[in-house]
């Protein structure tokens, strides 16, 4: 299937995973970028990871144009320490939003 843009179209509905976030890591770039953008236009908000903050921030903006919630988390996930703090700190936004999902 392709859409006006000569692109791919899901099959998934837009709204397929509306209430949910995904956490998506290389989320800066290629697949992952690609992936997160998807799973943003079928409805779900974002936690984005990546060694480098700048990528992710554009993918974020992205998102945003799409109406969906994204936090970005600079994290090297080869490194336990990292995945740690990427836990604890999609943990902690999930608690401050008041949802277990986020």
Known sequence: MSDRRGGTR????ADAL???????????TGIGRATALELARCGADLVLAGRRAEPLEKVRAEAAELGRRALVVAAD??????VT????RT????????????
């Open 77 to 82: 996930i080869r490194e336990d320490d990292q």
């Open 18 to 28: 509306a209430g949910r976030t995904a956490l998506v890591t290389g989320g800066g």
């Open 10 to 13: 899901s099959v998934l509905r």
């Open 91 to 102: 943990g902690r936004s999930a608690s401050s939003a008041g949802s277990t999902c986020w």
């Open 85 to 88: 703090g990427l836990v604890d």
